[in-house]
C-alpha cells in the first residue's frame, strides 16, 4: 500500500523504520519545521528528519497544514492511506484527501488518555496496565473508531522514559498489523466507549511541583510520570530542586511535616516526610547543573536535618 507517514519526536521512529521495511511503500515523509528551543535557541530538528533521511525518502518540512500549496504537494503523492504517530492535530482538509483515510497511533487504551501525555498520566495515576491504540481520525481529536489495541504492563520500576521506549516499539508492532489488515479487508473498526473516557492534556512546568502533603505513593508516582520532562520538582532556598527517582522508605516520622528533610548516615542520603510515609531521593539535579546522585548532591549543596523543601 502506498503511505504517507506524519510524524516528528523519537517516539515515531520505530514506526517509520518498521513500515520502512515493510512490502508497504512510503511516499513522503511530512515533519515539522526545524525550530530554535532551549535556554540556547539552538535549533531543534525533528528527530524524524535524519532518519527519513537515512532512509533515502522523500521528506517534506511544514508549518501550515491548511496551506493550498502543501495540501496539492500531499495530494500529488496519490497515498490510499496516511499514517499519523506523534505529530499534530491534522485538519479535515488534510485527513480528507487519501481515499482510505487516516490512521493515528495513540500510547494508551483508547478512550483512555485522549490528549498529549498519555504515557506521563498514566503513571502519575498510578495505573498498572496501558498500552497502544491504532484508530481513524476524525475531526475531533482522539475520539475516531478503534482498529488495533494491545496491552503493556507498568511496572513499579518505569520511569515515562522507560514506558515510552517500550509502547514505541510495541506501537511499531500494532501499526504494522494495522495497515496490513486494512490492506486485505481483515478488520473492524469498533466505535469508542465515551463513558469511559479520560483526558490526558499536556503538561506545563509548572505541573511537575511536588507537594509534599500528598501520600509518598502518589508523590513516588509523580516523579516517575515527569521523568524527564517536563521533570518533577520542589523549591530548596528560592530555587528548583528536580528530583528524578525516589523511593519509600517505611512509616512516616509523626514530628515531621511534610517536605521536612532528614540526612541520611554519614551524609549520603536524605529522606523527607510525606503525608504518610518518607521519600529517600535518589537522584536529582539543582537548577543549571547535571543530574546526580543524592549523595554527590550532598557534597555539594549539604542539608540539615529539619529544613523544610517546597
Given amino acids: 500500500m502506498r503511505l504517507i507517514f506524519f510524524g516528528n519526536p523519537k517516539f515515531a521512529l520505530p514506526s517509520l523504520e518498521r513500515i520502512a521495511s515493510s512490502s508497504h511503500e512510503i511516499a513522503c515523509v511530512v515533519t515539522s519545521l526545524d525550530r530554535p528551543a ?122 515515562f522514559d522507560s514506558l515510552h521506549d517500550k509502547l514505541s516499539l510495541l506501537g511499531a508492532d500494532v501499526l504494522l498489523e494495522t495497515i496490513d489488515r486494512l490492506e486485505s479487508g481483515d478488520i473492524q473498526p469498533v466505535p469508542q466507549d465515551q463513558s469511559r473516557s479520560s483526558k490526558a492534556p499536556k503538561l506545563k512546568p509548572e505541573d511537575g511541583e511536588i507537594d509534599w502533603s500528598r501520600n509518598a505513593v502518589d508523590i513516588r508516582n509523580h516523579i516517575r510520570g515527569l521523568c524527564s520532562s517536563p521533570g518533577a520538582y520542589t523549591m530548596r532556598s528560592g530555587s528548583k530542586l528536580k528530583v528524578f527517582s525516589a523511593e519509600a522508605v517505611g512509616a512516616g516520622n509523626e514530628v515531621s511535616k511534610p517536605g521536612e528533610v532528614h540526612t541520611g548516615e554519614l551524609n549520603r542520603s536524605f529522606i523527607v516526610a510525606t503525608g504518610d510515609q518518607s521519600l529517600q531521593l535518589l537522584e536529582v539535579q539543582p537548577a543549571g547543573k547535571k543530574r546526580m546522585t543524592a549523595e554527590a548532591y550532598l557534597r555539594g549543596y549539604p542539608l540539615k536535618t529539619g529544613e523544610v523543601l517546597g
Fill in 38 to 159: 532551549g535556554r540556547g535557541r539552538k535549533l531543534h530538528v525533528p528527530e524524524v528528519k535524519a532518519v527519513t533521511q537515512n532512509l533515502g525518502l522523500p521528506l517534506l518540512q511544514v508549518d501550515d497544514l491548511k496551506a493550498p500549496g502543501f495540501l496539492q504537494k500531499v495530494a500529488g503523492f496519490a497515498a490510499a492511506l496516511f499514517i499519523v504517530v506523534a505529530f499534530r492535530i491534522l485538519p479535515p482538509e488534510l485527513f480528507s484527501i487519501p481515499k482510505m483515510g487516516a490512521v493515528n497511533l495513540h500510547a494508551s487504551l483508547l478512550p483512555m488518555y485522549r490528549g498529549a501525555a498519555p504515557i506521563n498520566r498514566a503513571i502519575m495515576a498510578g495505573e498498572t496496565v496501558t498500552g497502544v491504540t491504532t484508530f481513524q481520525i476524525k475531526k475531533k481529536v482522539d475520539t475516531g473508531d478503534m482498529l488495533l489495541q494491545r496491552e503493556e504492563q507498568i511496572s513499579q520500576d518505569d520511569t
